[in-house]
């Protein structure tokens, strides 16, 4: 059974950092391309970052370019999101998932298992 559970969730002053982790278990973590994704309330979920099956690429949203970093530890099965120069259009609550494919893909249909979600508020 394939499972993700995120931690790293919080509150933080605007301007602030945090970090997030997913720890995976169930399946060959290496194989599949990892992704972060976040949910506002009364929007719809939006692609924030991905990381390729071995890291070598990664992808963002314009809206987080630069100020976040995605990374994975394919020996301990984990993938982080740093994130930096926090804002309060950044508040959401944030969801790691493992998609289809060893390559990068950015739309939530093409990622088959998701974590539970950790809140993320930023107060301006």
């Known amino acids: 059974q394939v499972q993700l559970v995120e931690s790293g969730g919080g509150l933080v002053q605007a301007g602030g950092s945090l970090r997030l982790s997913c720890a995976v278990s169930g399946l060959f973590f290496s194989d599949y391309s990892m992704g972060w994704f976040r949910q506002a309330p009364g929007k719809e979920r939006e692609f924030v970052a991905a990381?390729?099956?071995?890291?070598?690429?990664?992808r963002y949203a314009d809206s987080v370019k630069g100020r976040f970093t995605i990374s994975r530890d394919n020996t301990k099965k984990t993938v982080d999101l740093q994130m930096n120069s926090l804002k309060s259009e950044d508040t959401a609550v944030y969801y790691c998932a493992r998609s289809r494919d060893a390559f990068i893909v950015v739309h939530y249909g093409d990622y088959n298992d998701w974590g539970q979600g950790t809140q993320v508020t930023v107060s301006s």
């Open positions: 990381i390729s099956w071995g890291g070598g690429s990664t």
